[in-house]
């Protein structure tokens, strides 16, 4: 059996989760948003010129469904993007990106509908960046690779079902001095957009782009 320490970032007291609660359109779909990183849970809590709280709970896993959305193999990343871009939307620049997620989302695309908990990659707004610009053939798929590794913001995992948050036990909360935190998540988003940039600024002419690997997977007819 397993035991996970979480933390959620708010601006409440969240002693009962209600995993109906979250955005239909947030990262994984609807439900309740955690980290193991109390200070990455601080950052979130405070968005704004306002104290937040930092929520901490204790979870035990064992019996519960776990889906894991984070890995570096081409096919880990490319259900990572298609489960993303099945619930948040993205206007592209071009019909060739347009292709590509519809390339993406017939061939790669995993339904979370049996899952407790999923474990993955968080796409805050730098994040998925990333991704419309890998979509866009900007980046290749190893810079994109690399790129989810800046900025140190780990995994989330969220609760995806009435059992896994039935088993989730509140702990107690913290309040967050917006003062310091806020201005953290502000110099780690400012940092990896720097990262990013000098990233992106080194083109990869031997590696593998959205158009090349739909173009292999259509010419093999898989």
């Not at 469904?65 to 948040?88: A, D, Y």
């Not at 790669?108 to 908990?117: G, I, K, Q, R, W």
């Not at 590794?149 to 001095?177: H, N, T, W």
Request: glycine residues 8%; contains cysteine; neutral net charge.
């Amino acid at each position: 059996m397993k035991t996970m320490t979480l933390y959620h970032g708010s601006g409440l007291v969240v002693q009962k989760p209600d995993i109906s609660y979250g955005k239909k359109n947030n990262d994984y779909g609807q439900g309740f948003y955690c980290t193991e990183s109390e200070e990455l849970a601080r950052e979130w809590a405070c968005p704004g010129e306002k104290d937040g709280i930092s929520n901490r709970y204790r979870l035990e896993t064992d019996g519960l469904r776990i889906f894991r959305l984070k890995g570096e193999s081409e096919e880990s990343l490319l259900i990572w993007i298609s489960v993303l871009l099945s619930n948040r939307k993205l206007n592209m620049d071009t019909e060739e990106a347009c292709e590509g997620i519809r390339f993406l989302q017939s061939r790669y695309l995993m339904s979370l509908e049996t899952a407790d908990l999923v474990i993955g990659y968080r796409a805050d707004d730098s994040y998925f960046s990333f991704v419309k610009d890998f979509l866009n053939n900007r980046i290749s798929l190893e810079q994109l690779r690399q790129a989810l590794r800046l900025g140190s913001v780990g995994e989330q995992i969220v609760i995806k079902s009435q059992r896994a948050a039935a088993a989730l036990e509140f702990e107690g909360y913290e309040i967050v001095d917006w003062k310091e935190y806020y201005m953290k998540r502000l110099q780690r988003d400012q940092a990896l957009r720097n990262m990013y940039q000098e990233l992106k600024q080194n083109a990869d002419v031997s590696g593998r782009y959205m158009r090349d690997i739909v173009k292999e997977r259509n010419s093999n007819g898989k």
